[in-house]
């Protein structure tokens, strides 16, 4: 059986050809954990464990690395207006991830890196980029000189001059389009000592630097939600092929949770938290729900109230209504089976196929170059 993957770069569905027979080297782009998990915010861990487990059917040997964001702009800001220390506000909900990740069946990845851990990584590749002529220091704080690598863009589709990444200006910023790899330190704020002094790393470039210390300059699968896709992922990019690296060979994008057509988002207050939403429904119907929608879009809630969590009855293929169909199965847990004229694609937005075996899913693949 072929394994086919709809990759954002090139736009394309492709057969999976690994960089080493036999091995499967994955990164997912994991929490900023900021607060309590919604059912948006778990969607990627359940649709590329589909993944993995499909893999490890097919004998792969799987490195998953699946990073935390413990350091960031509304870590510190959340902490600062509950009054609470940020290490201890971001261990909260740290552990409220993975409470959420082992309900939903999710399997623990192979290693699971902080970004707070990984400095010295982040300080060796921002050298490389300075080196290379690819970064500047300015009062403190690293910028990415997005002109310097004419590439920048290929991922999402945005062209140079629509190009906003969503922060400040920044001191000594030369260009707005340009991002930040490093924060100068600010009273009252966490920080590091590095070359260029002390301060706290950009969300982008933690991921880079984490991706390759465990899975080398060159690796296999990079995959998280569409949202993604730009500034985070087009700038993962940038900095590493910049330095000189390979970095992802396939890039996969899983659709947003949607409730009443817009993003399940906390700025827009329509978030469904992981324990609320398992007082009405079983966990194995919250998975399949999360890793079946409807072909080809992203998975919508419907904005009324979720059905009442049914009874036990001993029936595995008892549904939630309107939700989910058929049985909640985990792909790993049947064992691979027999499908030797299937290929199976994951794309974006992984459903079963009906006509395939519970080891298979299949997707069709969707856009990915608006955020």
Known sequence: ???????????????FEPLVPGHASVYLCGATVQGEP????????????????????????????????DIDDKILRKAGEAGRPWWEWKTTYERAFTRAYDALGVLPPSVEPRATGHITQMVDLMQRLIDAGHAYASDGNVYFDVMSFPEYGA?????????HQGESVGQGK???????????????????PTPWGRGRPGWHLECSAMAEFYLGGTFDIHCGGMDLVFPHHENEIA???????????????????????EKMSKSLGNVLSIPNVLTRVRA???????????TGRCSNTPTRRWP??????????????????????????????????????????????????AGAVRATKHSTTET
């Open 284 to 294: 194995q119907e919250l998975r399949y729900y999360l890793a079946a929608p409807t």
């Open 308 to 357: 009442r969590r049914p009874q036990p009855t001993g029936d595995s293929s008892r549904s939630c209504s309107r939700h989910v169909t058929g049985p909640a199965t985990f792909p790993s847990e049947r064992g691979p089976t027999r499908s030797p004229t299937h290929s199976t694609t994951i794309s974006g937005c992984p459903r079963r196929s009906p006509r395939s075996t």
């Open 38 to 69: 919604h059912i948006g915010h778990v969607r990627s861990g359940v649709a590329f464990d589909v993944l993995r487990r499909w893999l490890e059917a097919k004998a792969f040997d799987v490195a998953f690395v699946r990073n935390v964001t």
């Open 1 to 15: 059986m072929t394994l086919r993957l709809f990759d954002t770069e090139t736009r394309a569905v492709r057969d």
């Open 155 to 163: 991922l999402s589709g945005h062209k140079l001059d629509d190009v």
């Open 239 to 261: 900095q590493a092929r910049a330095a000189g690296d390979g970095f992802a060979r396939y890039w996969l994008h899983n659709g947003w949770v949607t409730m009443g057509g």
């Open 174 to 192: 030369r260009d707005p389009r340009d991002f930040t790899l490093w924060k100068a330190e600010k009273a009252g704020e966490p920080s590091w």
